[in-house]
């Protein structure tokens, strides 16, 4: 059974940053692309950011796009999403998940950015 594990969220004022991780059990992490979604209170879960399994390519959400930079480590089972010029409108609570091939979702990291 995969388990997909986040940390990294916090309290943050606006225009500050953070780095969240995801950790993932299971042999398929290195074969799949992962992303970052989003789900703020009485909104939609969204996806943010995403990249492939070779990390040849990632690609944004244009409300992020410029800010956020996602990343993996294959070696480590472990996918990154640093987060710069923090807006109150990021708050949220933070998922990592493989688009094309959903897991089971973790937990999540709540992310609050204040005004």
């Known amino acids: 059974q995969v388990q997909l594990v986040e940390s990294g969220g916090g309290l943050v004022q606006a225009g500050g940053s953070l780095r969240l991780s995801c950790a993932a059990s299971?042999?398929?992490?290195?074969?799949?692309?992962m992303g970052w979604y989003r789900q703020a209170p009485g909104k939609q879960r969204e996806l943010v950011a995403t990249?492939?399994?070779?990390?040849?390519?990632?690609n944004y959400a244009d409300s992020v796009k410029g800010r956020f930079t996602i990343s993996r480590d294959n070696a480590k089972n472990t996918v990154y999403l640093q987060m710069n010029s923090l807006k109150p409108e990021d708050t949220a609570v933070y998922y990592c998940?493989?688009?094309?091939?959903?897991?089971?979702w973790g937990q999540g990291t709540q992310v609050t950015v204040s005004s």
């Open positions: 998940n493989a688009p094309s091939r959903l897991m089971p």
């Open positions: 299971g042999s398929i992490f290195s074969i799949v692309a």
């Open positions: 990249i492939t399994a070779s990390r040849s390519t990632t």
